[in-house]
């Protein structure tokens, strides 16, 4: 992961300056800072799991936020271009450091879920996940690291062979019939998340509408599950 955000990093600094009609190389010296202090923030990923103190998009967007302080300082843009929390996914860097960012968020979930295989706990509340298949196993996994029971269907009819009524329903809006789902979990008084990506006003009032309690963009959730369902566990 390290190796492909710290190469997606400039060229990302380089199109927000460009964007804002300004020539990238008036920030040169400050956009090669800013990516040594990106890769060397990076090296705290190198520890296991539970002793990483930030996600990989926190730091994206910690030294985002200096590099846009310095070229305000410089005079060379003004703060409106680098808007706060931005960027706000790791696919805005890029195919091959959105799906590095993927695999991390795959082993995390897998570390998670191992350290407590040995002590079950409580019964878990249950949870279904209708998502296509690059997300749809990563979902699931990080799901458990959450404290759900999680289970995979793949349309509306895999609904009614559930053995319990889930308390969360986790939907992929790429999904053909994610309307029609959305619909029938909320309509069985489950709570309803709903992620993907460039949702627009328009569709999230639809999606609300059909019974969905959040709609999430895809990146974020996918990055951490936890932030947008741990309140209803």
């Known amino acids: 992961m390290r190796a492909a ?41 190198a520890v296991p799991f539970a002793d990483q103190r930030a996600s990989p998009m926190q730091v994206v967007r910690d030294v985002v936020e200096r590099f846009a302080a310095w070229c305000v300082e410089d005079g060379v843009v003004s703060a409106e271009v ?12 890029g195919e091959e450091a959105w799906r590095a960012h993927l695999r991390w968020g795959m082993a995390k979930a897998d570390a998670v879920t191992g350290a407590g295989e040995t002590d079950p706990g409580p019964v878990r509340p249950s949870a279904v996940v209708i998502a296509e298949r690059d997300v749809r196993d ?10 759900y029971a ?69 990146d974020r959730f996918v990055a951490d599950p936890c932030r947008y369902v741990a309140t209803v566990v």
Do not use: K, M, W
């Open 150 to 218: 999680p289970v995979a269907v793949r349309n509306p009819a895999g609904l009614a062979d559930l053995d319990v009524r889930p308390r969360l329903g986790v939907v992929d809006r790429r999904h053909g019939a994610a309307t029609d789902l959305v619909g029938r979990l909320a309509a069985d008084g489950v709570f309803v998340v709903v992620f993907g990506a460039n949702v627009t006003d328009v569709d999230q009032t639809a999606l609300r509408a059909a019974g969905a309690d959040r709609v999430v963009e895809r």
């Open 138 to 147: 990563l979902l699931v996994a990080a799901l458990e690291g959450c404290g």
């Open 5 to 45: 955000f710290v190469a997606a990093f400039p060229g990302y600094l380089e199109s927000v300056v460009a964007g804002s009609g300004i020539d990238p190389d008036r920030c040169r010296a400050r956009i090669e800072a800013a990516v040594r202090e990106f890769d060397a923030r990076f090296e705290d990923f």
């Open 82 to 93: 680098f808007p706060v929390g931005e960027p706000a996914s790791s696919a805005a860097l």
